[in-house]
Every structure is written in structure tokens, then in C-alpha cells.
């Protein structure tokens, strides 16, 4: 069984710039089910069918398989919950590790999100200036809530 272990933060839009192009990346979203969420992704010219369970803690479990960009593009345009989610991904290397830097457009525009994938709940790492508050129990920021209830949408604090 394929456990992810992930911890989402907010990202400081002052002290972090994209170092490159990044990857765009168009997802939705056939089921959102309570307990699983079967997800259509395209990132750049590959293209995935992924099925995660409920959150644990940082933790659950997600079967990813490649399939055909043509399949995913029309599951995406004629099969897929809307809104879509839309976003362009940066890699950075801090301290050794790899993060991922989410921009989101469209309904999502405004949010940018940093998640780094451990190998145990506990592991520690160093964490980058640009680092902002930790979202990762906080389900507003999983990305198949953001296809149900954009960023955009939300009230202000």
C-alpha cells in the first residue's frame, strides 16, 4: 500500500520568487468522496490518475498510474467536477529536501501553498524563510476542497 505523508504551509509572497518557469499543471476531480478522491491531473506532457483516501494526521494513502494525455485531457474537459484546478509548480531544494511550490490561477488565484513529503509523521527538516503558517489539517487547502470551494470565494478574515 502507497502511504503519502505530506505537510502543506502557506507561502510568504514577500521573501519567495520562482526560480524558473516551473511546471503548469491542470487537475479535477471525478470523485470527492468523504473517504477518497479520485483525481485526472496533466502536469507539463505527462498525465496521471490518482486515488487518495481520507487524511490521517499528514498521512493516507494514494495509488498514482500514468495514463494517456488525450484520456486525461478529455476525463478532464467532459468528465470532471468544476471548477478545475489550475496552478504552475516550483521545485526548491532547502536543506536537502525538495519542496513543491504551488501558484494557483483561475478561481484559485491568490493562494500559494509549500508542501514537502516526509517518510514518517515525526521527521523533521529545515524549514525555508519563506515559509508561512502550516495549512496541513486544515482541509480548505486540499486541493480537491479547492475544486469544490475556490480560494477566490472565501471571505476575507
Avoid: H
Avoid at 494526521?57 to 478529455?74: K, T
Wanted: hydrophobic content about 35%; aromatic content about 10%.
Amino acid at each position: 500500500m502507497a502511504l503519502e505523508i505530506e505537510r502543506k504551509f502557506l507561502v510568504n509572497r514577500d521573501l519567495w520568487r520562482p526560480r524558473d518557469d516551473g511546471t503548469a499543471f491542470r487537475q479535477g476531480y471525478l470523485s470527492r468522496a468523504e473517504d477518497r478522491v479520485v483525481r485526472v491531473r496533466v502536469a507539463g506532457g505527462a498525465a496521471f490518475l490518482t486515488v487518495k483516501g481520507r487524511t490521517s494526521g499528514v498521512a493516507r494513502n494514494e495509488f498514482e498510474y500514468p495514463i494517456p494525455v488525450e484520456d486525461a485531457e478529455q476525463m478532464l474537459d467532459r468528465l470532471c467536477e468544476r471548477p478545475l484546478v489550475e496552478k504552475t509548480r516550483y521545485e526548491e531544494s532547502v536543506g536537502g529536501r525538495l519542496w513543491t511550490v504551488d501558484v494557483f490561477q483561475g478561481e484559485n488565484d491568490g493562494l500559494i501553498l509549500a508542501e514537502i513529503e516526509l517518510a514518517t509523521e515525526s521527521e523533521s527538516f529545515e524549514r525555508p524563510a519563506w515559509l508561512g503558517r502550516e495549512v496541513s489539517g486544515d482541509p480548505r487547502y486540499f486541493n480537491s476542497e479547492l475544486s469544490k470551494n475556490p480560494f477566490g470565494y472565501w471571505k476575507a478574515p
